[in-house]
Structures are given as structure tokens and as C-alpha cells.
């Protein structure tokens, strides 16, 4: 989100935030009715385009939001809903895209609250490399003309009992509302909110052989002291990458590897 939208968002995670810290765990039942809003948002284009019109005042449309949720939902999701309502966005469905990043910011912050954000970020950066080779399994998930109770199983096959309970509904919620993304796609998505939660940059990192403990502790120096934050470093090993280390902290990419050199070099050479 940019802009108008961006800033209105901004502007809710800042009031939202104290609700969170008090809530603990309880973030989890306040994530899980934000996508509640964001599956009514999503399958109805006339509350999206009535709740985000700029020709009504921003009180008439916080008070259709305020009666579409009343006693069915947690009341400090209305607070942030109507909040919402009022904010100015450039268009309809950045509205929607704001409530769910909240419920996300939600969902987290009971991880947080229990002492397990990093564990969640771990395990959601896990889950994406071990479907690297399983591309049936990623198309399944991806696939939005299959049954989505049958992806949420295939979801709970993989992982039912193995990570914690905030992994596994954010993977279910990955498959079973893809909202134009893909399964993969969303989990690295998730994974680099939690980081952002965590007040840490994740930097992916590919080696052709195993970083030792020291190795990597130089890289990530490195690279904090690049980007004047902590990193996250979520180390891949890839046996095709002859040497060298290929690196991708948000959109910047570092590509060190000699089969990059080559290729490179083969450029050049045709060129």
C-alpha cells in the first residue's frame, strides 16, 4: 500500500498496537474475526466500495460499519473497524488488504504474547523449503478451483502436531484464502511480518555448503550494519550452488555464487 492507503494503515497499527499488547494471547481470537471481515469484504463488492466511498461522510460510514458488526464480534474489532471506515484509502480494496495485515498483526501478537513469535517465523520459513521439491503439493495448495476443505487437510496432514497452533492456522488461512496470492508466496509473506515484528530484517540466504555458527554470525554483522538493523538469517542449503553465497533481503538481491559468475561471464561472451 502506498499513499493515501499506506497512511491510514500506518495510522491503524499504531492505535492497534496497545490493544494488542494488553490482549496476549487472546490476539489470536481478535486475528481470527479481522479475517472474518476480510471474507465479507472480499465476496461483497458494494459493502467494500460503500465502507470505503469518499463521497459519504466518514461517520456514516464508520456507523455502517459499527451495524454490520455489532454483537457478533469482539468489541474492540469494532473499535478498529469503524476506525477504518473512517480513514480515507485510494481505493476499495486496500480497505480490505488493511484489515487483514491487522488480523496478521493480531494473529502474531499472541505468538508474541506466549514467547513464540520466533519459533513461528521459523517454522513458516521451514514449511516453504520443504515444498520446494514437492511441486504437486504446491499447486494443490495454490490451486482456488479445488475444494478448499481439501487443502486445509492437506494443510493438517503436513503438519498437524509438528508446529504451534499460530503455524498452522496461518498455513490453513495461506491455502484456503489465496486472495490472488500463492501458498508459498503468503508464507514468505507472513514469515517477513513476523520478522518486521520482531523489529529484524529477514535475509534469505543460499549456500552450496553448511555456514558454521561463526560464518554466519560475520554475515549477519555485515549485514546489519548495511541496512542499520538487525537481521534475521534463514540459511538454505543448495548442493547446486557451487560456491559463493546468493542473498535477498527484501527486493535487494546479492548473488555471489560461481554459477552466477558463469552465467554471467557466458553474457558477456554473447554479447
Do not use: C, H
Amino acid at each position: 500500500m502506498r499513499g493515501t492507503s499506506g497512511a491510514s494503515l500506518a495510522a491503524a497499527q499504531e492505535r492497534f498496537e496497545p490493544v494488542l499488547r494488553s490482549a496476549g494471547a487472546d490476539g489470536q481470537t481478535l486475528g481470527e474475526q479481522l479475517f472474518a471481515v476480510v471474507a465479507a469484504l472480499d465476496v461483497s463488492g458494494p459493502l467494500r466500495r460503500s465502507l470505503a466511498d469518499p463521497s459519504r461522510s466518514p461517520e456514516d460510514r464508520a456507523a455502517l460499519a459499527g451495524r454490520l458488526l455489532a454483537g457478533g464480534f469482539d468489541e474492540r474489532v469494532v473499535d478498529l473497524v469503524t476506525g477504518l471506515a473512517r480513514s480515507r484509502w485510494s481505493g476499495d480494496r486496500d480497505l480490505a488488504d488493511a484489515v487483514e495485515r491487522l488480523g496478521l498483526d493480531a494473529v502474531l501478537a499472541s505468538a508474541e504474547a506466549r514467547g513464540v513469535l520466533e519459533t513461528v517465523e521459523d517454522e513458516l520459513f521451514r514449511l516453504t523449503r520443504a515444498l520446494v521439491g514437492q511441486r504437486e503439493a504446491r499447486q494443490v495448495l495454490s490451486d482456488g478451483s479445488t475444494d478448499a476443505a481439501r487443502r486445509a487437510q492437506l494443510v493438517d496432514t503436513l503438519l498437524a502436531g509438528k508446529v504451534d497452533v499460530v503455524t498452522q492456522s496461518l498455513a490453513r488461512r495461506a491455502t484456503t484464502t489465496l486472495r490472488g496470492r500463492r501458498f508459498v508466496a503468503t508464507l514468505l509473506w507472513y514469515g517477513e511480518i513476523a520478522a518486521e515484528r520482531r523489529r529484524r530484517l529477514v535475509a534469505t540466504v543460499t549456500s552450496g555448503a553448511v555456514l558454521s555458527e561463526s560464518q554466519q554470525e560475520r554475515l549477519a554483522g555485515l549485514l546489519e550494519r548495511a541496512y542499520g538493523r538487525a537481521v534475521q538469517l534463514n540459511v538454505t542449503v543448495d548442493p547446486a550452488v557451487i560456491g559463493g553465497l546468493r542473498i535477498q533481503v527484501g527486493a535487494d538481491v546479492v548473488d555471489s555464487t560461481v554459477l552466477s559468475r558463469l552465467a554471467d561471464a557466458r553474457r558477456r561472451l554473447a554479447g
